[in-house]
Structures are given as C-alpha cells and as structure tokens.
C-alpha cells in the first residue's frame, strides 16, 4: 500500500507495540476517521496527541464480557443513536488521578479498564472515560470504529479494550478522507479501512454452516433449499438454489430478509412480498439463481418490537423514526451472513436483486463481484408510498422509480 496506507496485519503490529492508528470507516456510514490506541499501552502523550489532534470524544471500546466484568451499565437505557453506539456509563479511576480530565489522569484510567486487576470497585461514575461496548460478531455484525478497535487490539494480544478519539478538521467539521491522509503522513500514523478488516476476516473464517438441504418444489420449479447455521447467533437461515450457480458467471441473487406480515398476511404496509415474488419470478426466468431467506424480520428488531414500530407509524413516525424511538438503529439487520451464504453456495459474480447500497456493499467485501445491480421496484402503493419514501431519503435506498402500483402476481 501507498502513502499512510497499512494492511490489517501491520495495523495490528503497531498497535501491540503501542503505537496508534487511524481507522476509517464506510462513506455509507459515518464516513469518519477515528484515532485508535490500545488501552493497555495509553500514556498521556498518546491521549494528549489524540484529544489535540482529533478534537473528538475520548471513549474506550471494550468487549462485552469487559462490560460485565466491571459493572458497567448502558448510558441509557433506551439508545436512539443512529448507528447503535452502546455506551455506557461514563467512568475515572478511583486512584492515581486528580479532577479526571486530563491527559495524564485519563491514560491512567484507561490503563485501569485494561488491567484484569481492575474490579467495579476501582472507577469512580461519572467520570472523563467514555465505554463502548463491541458486539460480539465485531466488524462482521457492526462494521463500526468500536467493534474494529477491539478487534485490532485483541489480534495484538492486548487485553480487549482499546482508546478511541474522532478526527475533525481545524474548522471543527469531521476530517474527510483528503485531510486524514495528510494528518496520517504529518504523524507518521498508519491508516486502515473498516472494509479492509472486514474482508481480512471474510477471507479468513467462515460465518456460516450447512445444516442440511432437500428439495422444494415452489413457483413451477424445483429448488435446492439449503438451510444454514449462523455461528454466533445460531439462527438458522435459508437458501432457495436454482441451477448451476458455479459457473463463474454472473448469476441472479436476491438476500431476501423475513416478513411474516407481508408474505404470509398479505400485507400491504410494505413491499416485501412483492419483491420475494418478482426475485422467483425473474430467477426461474433465468433458470438459475440465488433467494437468501434471512430470519431479520422488522430489520432486525424481531416480530414483536415490528408490531411496536408499526403502532408508532400510526401516530405518525416515519419507518426510521419508529425504529430510532424503540431504541434500536434504523436497520438492524445483517447483511454480511447473507453474502457468506452467497460466497458458501460458490457463486463468485452476482447480478443482485436490490435497491439498497448496503446489500451491495456486504456482497463485495465478502468477495463477490457485483456485476450488475437490478432494481426491484414492485408492489408500490397507498398505504407503503410513506414507507418506501422513507427508505428513500432516510436510508439511501435506490428508489428513484417510485411511483405507480403494482398488485403483484403469484409465480
């Protein structure tokens, strides 16, 4: 790599020999750099170069496990941020320090969250710190600053909690790429995409496990219908295989996620019915194909926090608003299960069947090649115009083409 540039594994050299790194996440995203430092290795002039030179928050993501070990709750105990930061309780070092505040007094506590000697009864809360607590699929369940952060320190052989601080820029704006490269090359820092950590673990392990397959006569076609295993949630998902889809050649895909009220009522507050059977419909056309069925009903939030989102929009939230107002992020689902399903079934090159940037993205960091992207602009109507609108100026879906009904037909 060129410039500031370092590979996941020189990354993970530096920070074990405590040097920082910045990290950057996807321009879908938040789009932001991020100082990143083991925790284990803070001193007072790493915090000090970091909060003077970053300008942002001074928080430390720590694993889960980290969390519970030292007691700390959630800051709140409904979070509507839009990315699901988890913080929580804010914390100092009960010893070895003043007000808190300062560089010296935060790398001491820092040190302290890192220490396994540490217990509940060593921080004082409120305090200068701030804890974010990783999920526990890292970068492959929430591809954020947090969860990249752990990863990296933990691949160190470092305890797992690391020191964070966002990069704005002199006019107090969040530094853009140009301004992190040129910050990077001034410091000596290296620099690393989310991206590259997600894909360096794509490639490096498996997400998923067959379970077992059958055959399923649906549609007029006989499908393979292969059911796999999540590693770390165990939540069983499904794959309908039409075809020969080894070939290298583009092949059809749709990741298709779980809408008990549309597919099995028929109703009409959204599109996913529809979208389920225009996706058979072309794929049968073709002869061959991909459908990843993924149990992420409601976006991730589960069948009865959907039945909640669904209330609020009556009193008139937007699909987002509703879901931000249950304490839950705008989407909550995970794509990247579905792209390894893609990856496991052999198929290397997909025209994917979405509107939603997101989907392509997982597909290309688990090493498949997006050759086309087809829009799936069905089932169009009154009563989800709002719901589809909101996806569209909320969210970055594609849906320039609203406009229109379209019944749906069964095929």
Request: charge should be neutral.
């Amino acid at each position: 790599m060129s410039g500031p540039w370092v590979s996941v594994e020189e990354a993970v050299r530096r920070l074990g020999r405590g040097e920082l790194v910045v990290v950057l996440d996807d321009e879908h995203r938040e789009n932001e750099g991020d100082f990143v430092l083991a925790a284990a290795h803070a001193t007072p002039q790493a915090v000090n170069l970091m909060i003077t030179k970053g300008r942002g928050l001074l928080c430390a993501p720590l694993t889960a496990q980290r969390a519970r070990e030292l007691d700390l709750p959630p800051m709140t105990a409904r979070n509507t941020s839009r990315y699901g930061t988890a913080f929580t309780v804010s914390v100092s070092a009960r010893k070895g320090v003043g007000t808190g505040i300062s560089a010296f007094d935060r790398a001491t506590t820092l040190r302290a969250l890192a220490d396994p000697a540490t217990g509940p009864e060593d921080l004082d809360r409120p305090g200068h710190v701030f804890p974010l607590v990783a999920r526990e699929g890292g970068v492959l369940e929430r591809a954020g600053h947090t969860e990249a952060a752990v990863e990296l320190v933990q691949r160190a052989g470092l305890p797992p909690v690391a020191a964070i601080c966002e990069i704005l820029n002199p006019e107090g704006h969040m530094a853009r790429l140009p301004d992190l490269v040129s910050l990077c090359q001034r410091l000596g820092v290296g620099l690393l995409r989310v991206a590259d950590l997600v894909r360096w673990r794509l490639e490096h392990e498996t997400l998923v496990e067959v379970v077992d397959e059958t055959q399923l006569p649906a549609r007029g076609v006989t499908w393979r219908l292969v059911a796999f295993r999540h590693r770390f949630t165990d939540r069983v998902h499904l794959a309908l295989v039409l075809g020969e889809v080894t070939t290298g050649e583009p092949v059809l895909v749709r990741l298709h996620s779980q809408c008990l009220t549309g597919e099995a009522f028929g109703s009409r507050r959204c599109d996913c019915a529809a979208q389920l059977r225009e996706s058979m419909r072309r794929i049968a056309e073709a002869g061959r194909g991909v459908v990843v069925y993924l149990r992420q009903e409601g976006r991730g939030i589960g069948l009865a926090n959907k039945v909640r989102a669904y209330a609020l929009q009556d009193l008139g939230y937007d699909t987002v608003e509703a879901n931000l107002a249950l304490g839950f992020p705008a989407d909550a689902r995970d794509h990247a299960v579905g792209a390894q399903i893609v990856r496991a079934l052999g198929v290397r090159r997909a025209g994917l069947l979405t509107n939603n940037p997101a989907k392509v993205l997982a597909l290309e960091r688990a090493g498949v090649e997006v050759a086309e992207r087809l829009p799936l602009v069905v089932g169009v109507g009154p009563e989800n115009l709002a719901y589809l609108r909101a996806k569209r100026d909320r969210l970055g879906h594609w849906l320039d083409e609203l406009g229109g009904t379209d019944e749906g037909a069964d095929v």
